[in-house]
């Protein structure tokens, strides 16, 4: 298998569940991001692993939490989500963490998250 | 702080006609810019990068312009088919926000 792959593919939870996203990359790249996509807002970065170091956490709160245990792999545990979580969460890999801004991002197809 | 507007939000053309989508930022320093391609339900595609040094990038039947100074770049889809029909992001790198900054994007409908 190719490229950037998500896990599920479409999740319904409770607001008192805890569940897992996964995401596992082929391509031999060194960065890994979890990005989130509501309806009619921009993407929004989550979390960036460089390395399985997070460098990037932009004020996610702690319901997210992020686990990178090798370069291939990136999950997003999820728990005591609200309604508003609902969105379509994206995963996406890089040669390497921007520094130089040249690096062309390669995305999952999604992981569609639904809260009841 | 960075932010990306593109416009318009919807377009609805014919099949083969030409079309420019428009993509603008606030903070020109920008270290590149990205045009994707969004299918329903799916991930992004990227179509398109130009680097801050550079006027324009060619890929088939599109093209992409940068004008940083003014903070604009356009994507323009020669001979459109129905299978472009997706939804068009823009995004910028730029260093003071070490991230992708994405615009809302613009959903394309080519009628057959």
């Known amino acids: 298998e190719t490229g950037v792959t998500q896990t599920p593919r479409h999740l319904v939870m409770g607001m008192t569940n805890k569940k897992s996203l996964k995401c596992e990359q082929h391509?031999?790249?060194?960065?890994m991001y979890w990005y989130k996509q509501s309806a009619k807002k921009p993407l929004e970065l989550m979390f960036v692993?460089?390395?399985?170091?997070?460098?990037e956490n932009n004020s996610v709160p702690s319901r997210f939490s992020p686990e990178c245990p090798n370069s291939s792999h990136l999950f997003l545990h999820l728990h005591t989500l609200q309604p508003e979580d609902s969105a379509l969460y994206l995963c996406a890999s890089s040669p390497s963490f921007f520094r130089s801004g040249a690096n062309v991002l390669t995305f999952g197809a999604g992981s569609r998250l639904t809260v009841l | 702080k960075q932010e990306v507007t593109q416009i318009p939000a919807a377009l609805s053309v014919p099949e083969g006609e030409n079309l420019v989508l428009n993509c603008s930022f606030t903070d020109s320093a920008i270290y590149n810019l990205q045009w994707f391609r969004q299918d329903p339900g799916k991930g992004l595609t990227s179509l398109l990068l130009i680097q801050s040094s550079q006027r324009e990038q060619t890929s088939g039947r599109l093209n992409a312009s940068l004008d940083k100074s003014s903070g604009r770049s356009t994507l323009y889809i020669a001979a459109s088919q129905p299978g472009d029909s997706a939804t068009y992001l823009c995004?910028?790198?730029?260093?003071?926000?070490?991230?992708?900054?994405f615009g809302s994007g613009t959903q394309l409908t080519v009628l057959p």
């Open positions: 995004a910028v790198f730029s260093g003071s926000a070490r991230q992708l900054t």
């Open positions: 391509l031999g790249h060194n960065a």
């Open positions: 692993y460089s390395l399985e170091e997070r460098v």
